[in-house]
């Protein structure tokens, strides 16, 4: 059964930086393209950053881009989300989710597994 669970959230002062990583369990790793949303408080949950299953494509939202850098270790099955210059907006929950195929994908729609979230929150 895949399984997708993140870990490494917390609190980070504004200006500074946190990674989040996310394990899948699964056989095929580099099947599936992973992909990084985000639920800020009172907003609809949006993409964050997603990076093909060889690796070789990357993606991320505008709001983030220079700021956010997505990775994966396809030895440990995982895929790492590193936040610098971090700002309160970017407090809120942070979710990992794995997409069957090689191709990005920005829509939560699109995604076949979740994880349950990690939290992240950004003191000014």
């Known amino acids: 059964q895949v399984q997708v669970a993140e870990s490494g959230g917390g609190l980070v002062q504004a200006g500074g930086s946190l990674r989040v990583s996310c394990a899948m369990t699964t056989v095929s790793f580099i099947s599936y393209c992973m992909g990084w949303f985000r639920k800020l408080p009172g907003e609809e949950r949006e993409f964050v950053a997603a990076?093909?299953?060889?690796?070789?494509?990357?993606s991320s939202a505008d709001s983030v881009k220079g700021r956010f850098t997505v990775n994966r270790d396809s030895d440990k099955n995982t895929v790492h989300l590193q936040m610098d210059s971090m700002k309160a907006d970017d407090a809120g929950d942070y979710y990992c989710a794995a997409r069957r195929g090689q191709t990005l994908a920005t829509m939560a729609n699109q995604y076949d597994y979740w994880g349950e979230g990690t939290q992240v929150t950004v003191s000014s």
């Open positions: 990076i093909s299953g060889d690796g070789a494509k990357r």
